[in-house]
C-alpha cells in the first residue's frame, strides 16, 4: 500500500463528507447512532471473532495483561458500546445552537452560532471501545472523524468500522463521515498529523510517549494532555474526616487513570493528626508512601521523596507526600510540578477556596471533592473525547461542546453602515 496517497484520499473524502454532517439535523445524526448500535448488536458474533483474533495474536506478540484486559471486547464491553451511543444520541446537540444576541446601537443583532470544527483525526491505542466512542461524539458533534486505533487491535476495529458503515447508510449518510484506518504502518499516523489541508484537528488519546510523539511532529492543531499529576492539598481548616475520605479516594479509587491523584500536600498544622491516619488506611490498601522530611520525621519508616518523585505520574500505588507552610506554598508546588489537569483543595474557609480556585493553574479545579471526579460523564457531558490541558480552545474533560467552535452572526434587515 502506498500510505501517504492512500492518508490523502481518506483526507480528502473526509473533507466532503464533512459538509454533509455539518448540515445534517439532529434527527438524522440520532438516527445513525441508533443504527450503529443496532449494528453492534446484530453482529456480535462477528465482534467477538474479530476480537479472538487480535487477542490471539497479542498473546503470541507478549502483550502483558493489562493491555490483553483493554483490548478484551467481552459481552458486558459491547454491550456498553451499545448503551454509549444511545446515551450520545440522548444528549442535546451543540450545533447551531445561537448564544449572546444583542441589539448594537445600528438596529442589527450580534450574537455567536456554535459550529462544527470540520474533520478531527482521533490516534488510540489497544480499546477498540475507543472506536465508538470516538466516532459517536464525532457523528453527534457533525464533524467527519479520521479513527487511527492502535495495531494490535486492527481486526476488532475493522469490525466496528463495518458497523458503523451500517449505520451512517441506514441514515442516508455517505460512509466517509467516519474512516477507520485499514493499515497497521505507523507512517499513516506522521502522515495524518501534516495533514493541514483536510484535518483540522488532530486528538492523541494513549500514553504519554504517543502523545508526545504526536504533539512534537503535528504540524495540525492538536487537543491534548501530556500528564496527570494531579494533587489534593488538605489545608489547616480541613474537616480531617473529609481530607481522610477524600485522599484515599482520590488516590485509590482507580491507579491508573489520568485524574488519579500523586500528590499530597497537608498543612503542618494539621500534619500530626491527619498523616498517621491516611499511614493506616494506605498501609491497608497497600500503597507506598514516599515523603519530605517533614513527613518522614511524623510517618517514620517510609521511603524519601526526591525531586523527581513530585513530577512523577506514577499510575500506580504509589504517592508521594509533602508537608506545607500554608497554602500559598501548596499552590506553588502545585503550579510548579503538576501537569495542569486537576487539584483539590479541602478546606472549611470559604475565602482560601475562593483564592485556590482562582490561582492554581489547572484545567480542573475543585474544593472538598475527589480529584476523580475529573470526568466527562461527572461533569455532565455524556462522554468525553480526551481531557485537554491547554488553555486555547478546549480544557478539561471535551465532550460534543469542545468539538464545536463558534462563529459570529449578525441578523439585519436591511441595514447599512453610515
Given at each position: 500500500?502506498?500510505?501517504?496517497?492512500?492518508?490523502?484520499?481518506?483526507?480528502?473524502?473526509?473533507?466532503?463528507?464533512?459538509?454533509?454532517?455539518?448540515?445534517?439535523?439532529?434527527?438524522?445524526?440520532?438516527?445513525?447512532?441508533?443504527?450503529?448500535a443496532?449494528?453492534?448488536?446484530?453482529?456480535?458474533?462477528?465482534?467477538?471473532?474479530?476480537?479472538?483474533?487480535?487477542?490471539?495474536?497479542?498473546?503470541?506478540?507478549?502483550?502483558?495483561?493489562?493491555?490483553?484486559?483493554?483490548?478484551?471486547?467481552?459481552?458486558?464491553?459491547?454491550?456498553?458500546?451499545?448503551?454509549?451511543?444511545?446515551?450520545?444520541?440522548?444528549?442535546?446537540?451543540?450545533?447551531?445552537?445561537?448564544?449572546?444576541?444583542?441589539?448594537?446601537?445600528?438596529?442589527?443583532?450580534?450574537?455567536k452560532?456554535?459550529?462544527?470544527?470540520?474533520?478531527?483525526?482521533?490516534?488510540?491505542?489497544?480499546?477498540?471501545?475507543?472506536?465508538?466512542?470516538?466516532?459517536?461524539?464525532?457523528?453527534?458533534?457533525?464533524?467527519?472523524?479520521?479513527?487511527?486505533g492502535?495495531?494490535?487491535?486492527?481486526?476488532?476495529?475493522?469490525?466496528?468500522?463495518?458497523?458503523?458503515?451500517?449505520?451512517?447508510?441506514?441514515?442516508?449518510?455517505?460512509?466517509?463521515?467516519?474512516?477507520?484506518?485499514?493499515?497497521?504502518?505507523?507512517?499513516?499516523?506522521?502522515?495524518?498529523?501534516?495533514?493541514?489541508?483536510?484535518?483540522?484537528?488532530?486528538?492523541?488519546?494513549?500514553?504519554?510517549?504517543?502523545?508526545?510523539?504526536?504533539?512534537?511532529?503535528?504540524?495540525?492543531?492538536?487537543?491534548?494532555?501530556?500528564?496527570?499529576i494531579?494533587?489534593?492539598?488538605?489545608?489547616?481548616?480541613?474537616?480531617?474526616?473529609?481530607?481522610?475520605?477524600?485522599?484515599?479516594?482520590?488516590?485509590?479509587?482507580?491507579?491508573?487513570t489520568?485524574?488519579?491523584?500523586?500528590?499530597?500536600?497537608?498543612?503542618?498544622?494539621?500534619?500530626?493528626?491527619?498523616?498517621?491516619?491516611?499511614?493506616?488506611?494506605?498501609?491497608?490498601?497497600?500503597?507506598?508512601?514516599?515523603?519530605?522530611?517533614?513527613?518522614?520525621?511524623?510517618?517514620?519508616?517510609?521511603?524519601a521523596?526526591?525531586?523527581?518523585?513530585?513530577?512523577?505520574?506514577?499510575?500506580?500505588?504509589?504517592?508521594?507526600?509533602?508537608?506545607?507552610?500554608?497554602?500559598?506554598?501548596?499552590?506553588?508546588?502545585?503550579?510548579?510540578?503538576?501537569?495542569?489537569?486537576?487539584?483539590?483543595?479541602?478546606?472549611?474557609?470559604?475565602?482560601?477556596?475562593?483564592?485556590?480556585?482562582?490561582q492554581?493553574?489547572?484545567?480542573?479545579?475543585?474544593?472538598?471533592?475527589?480529584?476523580?471526579?475529573?470526568?466527562?460523564?461527572?461533569?455532565?457531558?455524556g462522554?468525553?473525547?480526551?481531557?485537554?490541558?491547554?488553555?486555547?480552545?478546549?480544557?478539561?474533560?471535551?465532550g460534543?461542546?469542545?468539538?464545536?467552535?463558534?462563529?459570529?452572526?449578525?441578523?439585519?434587515?436591511?441595514?447599512?453602515?453610515?
Amino acid at each position: 500500500m502506498d500510505v501517504i496517497a492512500y492518508m490523502q484520499s481518506v483526507g480528502d473524502a473526509a473533507k466532503q463528507a464533512s459538509s454533509h454532517i455539518a448540515k445534517a439535523n439532529s434527527g438524522t445524526k440520532n438516527t445513525a447512532l441508533l443504527a450503529i448500535a443496532e449494528a453492534i448488536h446484530e453482529h456480535r458474533e462477528a465482534l467477538a471473532s474479530a476480537n479472538a483474533k487480535d487477542m490471539a495474536k497479542g498473546k503470541d506478540n507478549g502483550l502483558d495483561a493489562a493491555l490483553l484486559d483493554r483490548l478484551e471486547l467481552t459481552p458486558a464491553r459491547i454491550d456498553g458500546m451499545i448503551e454509549g451511543l444511545k446515551q450520545v444520541a440522548a444528549l442535546p446537540d451543540p450545533v447551531g445552537g445561537m448564544t449572546d444576541l444583542d441589539y448594537r446601537p445600528s438596529g442589527i443583532q450580534v450574537g455567536k452560532m456554535r459550529v462544527p470544527l470540520g474533520v478531527i483525526g482521533i490516534i488510540y491505542e489497544s480499546r477498540p471501545n475507543v472506536t465508538i466512542e470516538a466516532a459517536s461524539l464525532c457523528l453527534k458533534s457533525g464533524n467527519a472523524a479520521i479513527l487511527r486505533g492502535g495495531s494490535e487491535a486492527i481486526e476488532s476495529n475493522q469490525a466496528l468500522a463495518a458497523c458503523i458503515k451500517q449505520g451512517l447508510a441506514k441514515a442516508d449518510l455517505p460512509e466517509t463521515v467516519v474512516q477507520v484506518i485499514e493499515t497497521t504502518d505507523r507512517a499513516a499516523v506522521g502522515e495524518l498529523i501534516t495533514m493541514t489541508e483536510t484535518v483540522d484537528v488532530v486528538v492523541p488519546r494513549g500514553g504519554k510517549s504517543l502523545i508526545e510523539r504526536i504533539s512534537a511532529d503535528a504540524k495540525v492543531t492538536v487537543i491534548k494532555h501530556l500528564d496527570g499529576i494531579c494533587h489534593v492539598y488538605i489545608d489547616s481548616d480541613a474537616d480531617v474526616s473529609k481530607g481522610v475520605n477524600i485522599a484515599i479516594n482520590a488516590k485509590t479509587h482507580r491507579y491508573g487513570t489520568c485524574n488519579t491523584m500523586e500528590t499530597l500536600l497537608v498543612n503542618e498544622a494539621i500534619a500530626e493528626k491527619i498523616l498517621p491516619q491516611l499511614d493506616a488506611a494506605y498501609s491497608d490498601i497497600g500503597v507506598e508512601l514516599r515523603g519530605c522530611e517533614k513527613t518522614m520525621a511524623i510517618l517514620g519508616d517510609i521511603n524519601a521523596a526526591t525531586e523527581e518523585d513530585w513530577a512523577t505520574e506514577y499510575l500506580a500505588p504509589v504517592l508521594s507526600i509533602k508537608v506545607v507552610a500554608d497554602m500559598d506554598e501548596a499552590i506553588a508546588h502545585i503550579n510548579r510540578y503538576g501537569s495542569h489537569h486537576t487539584d483539590s483543595i479541602i478546606t472549611e474557609n470559604y475565602s482560601k477556596a475562593r483564592d485556590f480556585l482562582r490561582q492554581v493553574d489547572s484545567s480542573s479545579v475543585m474544593v472538598n471533592a475527589s480529584t476523580r471526579f475529573a470526568d466527562g460523564f461527572e461533569y455532565g457531558l455524556g462522554a468525553e473525547i480526551g481531557i485537554s490541558t491547554d488553555k486555547i480552545h478546549a480544557r478539561g474533560p471535551v465532550g460534543l461542546e469542545g468539538l464545536t467552535s463558534q462563529k459570529w452572526i449578525v441578523l439585519g434587515d436591511g441595514h447599512i453602515r453610515q
